[in-house]
């Protein structure tokens, strides 16, 4: 009798676990539930039960018996390293930096992998704190990085952006025109000023933030504007160039993580203070995290503008962030972080994934039309590589002229995929996770995207011999003199097919068979990139 009372109670338990995960899913439809990948649906639906179903000090007892089975993430509470979305792997030597494997392999997971959304959540703290449900909030993690604020006021009719060519000024806002109606600890607030930049932290555009008297979004005859739909600041890197401008969108997709939703119904405003014209070659991106189109923060000049909810994003060139001079662990690669980034940006931009023959390779070499880094014998390098019946070689020239959905739609179907030392290389983010990203030739900085390869997860190559390698001249920077990146380059071809060889062999052995599913699975990927 006790037993069957027992079967019963798991029985009721479970029905009544299933059913509030079906309530998570069903209330956060509209939160794009139904435009994640089906790589990720079991993900989300972990981290949405978790904001429902947990405080900062405890978690219900439902949502804990799901986490001992449920796929996670890893930042989650009571998230089991089983469940996690990947883990890193780290077969090298740490080179010092820690001292037993263990640590090592953590060092990298809060580095540079979820582990780190984890701690950004931790460190958030409140610097301005309501008193009533109806006040303002202002809360920021370490160095404010990441800023969340919610009834914020901001009175821009004195900012003069229409006559300013600085992007990042500081002196916008005075005493009074920035803040919200709550307790705020200014003490705290000063002291946030360790790691302040233009492109490091909110410090220095959230240093006026006063308390106000008035409740801004309630009384709104303090506000010319009233913003619902929530709204991402963003401070932007350039956004000409891949690598700078990845950095952008990758943090953003980081701050998601850690704000906790994935919605495209969201403002995305560009805090910049000038009125001179942003160049962006990556517009298309936008569209995988908003859904209407991107705005200035001089949109709101001469107004004054209450923001129910906002989000300060965290900055590209934040310290030991992601990924710009970030400092990368020697011996580790795999972030499931970066590779859920690249998933989640071919899945909502709709790139298309091919079938491949499981006999041939696909090879693409990005050509240069640019005066320097230029491959001076390309042509001889691409006929010897047609020689080989089981090689497919495309050579492309991935300039503005192209769409980037085109760009990425063939970087997305390449196996190998080559190039000098440029931004351009950042299309290996977009690789399968058993491609080979070939930087033909690293131009003397060798850490840059051998570091970003280990991030994704792809093997990486570069050039081995230097004597099998033609410097056109020295190199001519315009004002450092001799330079190995501002010259051009010929390549011996037994080598360059000996590389091309040990490329291929990773290929092989790590790319699933047509028959299984070749977009998720990492557990055929060789520890040795």
Same mark, same amino acid.
């Given at each position: 009798?006790?037993?069957?009372?027992?079967?019963?109670? !798991?029985?009721?338990?479970?029905?009544?676990?299933?059913?509030? #995960?079906?309530?998570?899913?069903?209330?956060?439809?509209?939160?794009?539930?139904?435009? %994640?990948?089906? *790589?990720?649906?079991?993900?989300?639906?972990?981290?949405?039960?978790?904001?429902?179903?947990?405080?900062?000090?405890?978690?219900?007892?439902?949502?804990?018996? $799901?986490?001992?089975?449920?796929? !996670?993430?890893?930042?989650?509470?009571?998230?089991?390293?089983?469940?996690?979305?990947?883990?890193?792997?780290?077969? =090298?030597?740490?080179?010092?930096?820690?001292?037993?494997?263990?640590?090592?392999?953590?060092? /990298?997971?809060?580095?540079?992998? /979820?582990?780190?959304?984890?701690?950004?959540?931790?460190?958030?703290?409140?610097?301005?704190?309501?008193?009533?449900?109806?006040?303002?909030?202002?809360?920021?993690?370490?160095?404010?990085?990441?800023?969340?604020?919610?009834?914020?006021?901001?009175?821009?009719?004195?900012?003069?952006?229409?006559?300013?060519?600085?992007?990042?000024?500081?002196?916008?806002?005075?005493?009074?025109?920035?803040?919200?109606?709550?307790?705020?600890?200014?003490?705290?607030?000063?002291?946030?000023?360790?790691?302040?930049?233009?492109?490091?932290?909110?410090?220095?555009? #959230?240093?006026?933030?006063?308390?106000?008297?008035?409740?801004?979004?309630?009384?709104?005859?303090? !506000?010319?504007?009233?913003?619902?739909?929530?709204? %991402?600041?963003?401070?932007?890197?350039?956004?000409?160039?891949?690598?700078?401008?990845?950095?952008?969108?990758?943090?953003?997709?980081?701050?998601?993580?850690?704000?906790?939703?994935?919605?495209?119904?969201?403002?995305?405003?560009?805090?910049?203070?000038?009125?001179?014209?942003?160049? +962006?070659? /990556?517009? #298309?991106?936008?569209?995988?995290?908003?859904?209407?189109?991107?705005?200035?923060?001089?949109?709101?000049?001469?107004?004054?503008?209450?923001?129910?909810?906002?989000?300060?994003?965290?900055?590209?060139?934040? /310290? %030991?962030? *992601?990924?710009?001079?970030?400092? #990368?662990?020697?011996?580790?690669?795999?972030?499931? *972080?970066?590779?859920?980034?690249?998933?989640?940006?071919?899945?909502? *931009?709709?790139?298309?994934?091919?079938?491949?023959?499981?006999?041939?390779?696909?090879?693409? $070499?990005?050509?240069?039309?640019?005066? %320097?880094?230029?491959?001076?014998?390309?042509?001889?390098?691409?006929?010897?590589?047609?020689?080989?019946?089981?090689?497919?070689?495309?050579?492309? +020239?991935?300039?503005?002229?192209?769409?980037?959905?085109?760009?990425?739609?063939?970087?997305?179907?390449?196996?190998?995929?080559?190039?000098?030392?440029?931004?351009?290389?950042?299309?290996?983010?977009?690789?399968?996770?058993?491609?080979?990203?070939?930087?033909?030739?690293?131009?003397?900085?060798?850490?840059?995207?051998? +570091?970003?390869?280990?991030?994704?997860?792809?093997?990486?190559?570069?050039? =081995?011999?230097?004597?099998?390698?033609?410097?056109?001249?020295?190199?001519?920077?315009?004002?450092?003199?001799?330079?190995?990146?501002?010259?051009?380059?010929?390549?011996?071809?037994?080598?360059?097919?000996?590389?091309?060889?040990?490329?291929?062999?990773?290929?092989?052995?790590?790319?699933?068979?047509?028959?299984?599913?070749?977009?998720?699975?990492?557990?055929?990927?060789?520890?040795?990139?």
């Amino acid at each position: 009798m006790a037993r069957q009372k027992q079967i019963l109670q !798991c029985r009721i338990g479970l029905v009544a676990s299933i059913a509030l #995960l079906l309530t998570i899913i069903v209330a956060n439809a509209d939160d794009t539930m139904d435009r %994640y990948s089906d *790589l990720h649906q079991r993900y989300f639906e972990m981290s949405h039960l978790e904001r429902q179903e947990c405080t900062d000090k405890t978690c219900s007892s439902h949502y804990k018996q $799901l986490s001992k089975k449920q796929p !996670c993430w890893g930042y989650e509470k009571h998230c089991r390293k089983k469940n996690y979305y990947s883990y890193p792997i780290c077969p =090298e030597d740490s080179r010092g930096w820690e001292h037993t494997k263990e640590k090592q392999i953590d060092k /990298f997971w809060r580095s540079a992998d /979820f582990g780190m959304i984890r701690e950004f959540r931790d460190e958030l703290t409140p610097l301005c704190k309501a008193n009533h449900d109806d006040d303002s909030t202002l809360s920021c993690n370490q160095h404010m990085r990441y800023c969340r604020a919610t009834n914020l006021y901001m009175n821009l009719k004195n900012s003069r952006m229409a006559d300013s060519r600085e992007r990042f000024r500081t002196d916008v806002f005075k005493e009074g025109e920035l803040g919200g109606h709550c307790q705020l600890d200014s003490e705290r607030l000063k002291s946030s000023d360790k790691q302040k930049g233009e492109l490091q932290s909110w410090y220095s555009e #959230l240093r006026p933030f006063t308390s106000l008297k008035f409740k801004p979004v309630v009384n709104r005859r303090h !506000c010319d504007v009233v913003v619902d739909r929530p709204t %991402y600041f963003m401070k932007l890197d350039a956004g000409i160039n891949m690598f700078h401008h990845f950095c952008d969108f990758v943090n953003l997709y980081v701050t998601q993580h850690v704000n906790g939703s994935f919605t495209t119904d969201i403002n995305i405003v560009m805090w910049d203070t000038s009125h001179m014209h942003y160049g +962006d070659f /990556f517009t #298309l991106t936008w569209k995988a995290f908003t859904r209407h189109p991107v705005m200035r923060l001089s949109d709101y000049d001469n107004k004054r503008v209450c923001f129910k909810d906002a989000i300060f994003t965290l900055p590209p060139r934040m /310290f %030991y962030g *992601l990924y710009y001079n970030m400092p #990368l662990i020697p011996g580790c690669f795999n972030s499931g *972080l970066m590779k859920a980034f690249s998933e989640h940006i071919v899945h909502r *931009l709709n790139i298309t994934t091919k079938p491949y023959d499981p006999n041939r390779y696909r090879i693409t $070499l990005l050509s240069r039309s640019t005066k %320097y880094r230029r491959i001076l014998n390309q042509d001889k390098l691409i006929g010897a590589l047609k020689t080989f019946w089981n090689y497919d070689v495309t050579l492309v +020239d991935y300039t503005y002229q192209m769409p980037f959905e085109k760009q990425l739609e063939i970087t997305h179907n390449t196996d190998i995929f080559i190039g000098m030392h440029g931004s351009g290389l950042t299309h290996m983010l977009f690789l399968p996770h058993w491609g080979v990203a070939f930087e033909i030739y690293n131009c003397e900085d060798e850490g840059c995207y051998y +570091d970003l390869a280990r991030l994704r997860g792809v093997k990486y190559l570069t050039w =081995e011999k230097k004597k099998y390698l033609d410097q056109e001249d020295e190199g001519h920077h315009p004002t450092l003199g001799a330079h190995a990146k501002f010259t051009n380059y010929g390549f011996n071809i037994i080598e360059f097919l000996r590389l091309i060889e040990k490329g291929v062999k990773h290929v092989a052995a790590n790319r699933p068979k047509p028959d299984v599913d070749n977009s998720r699975s990492d557990a055929s990927v060789k520890t040795e990139l």
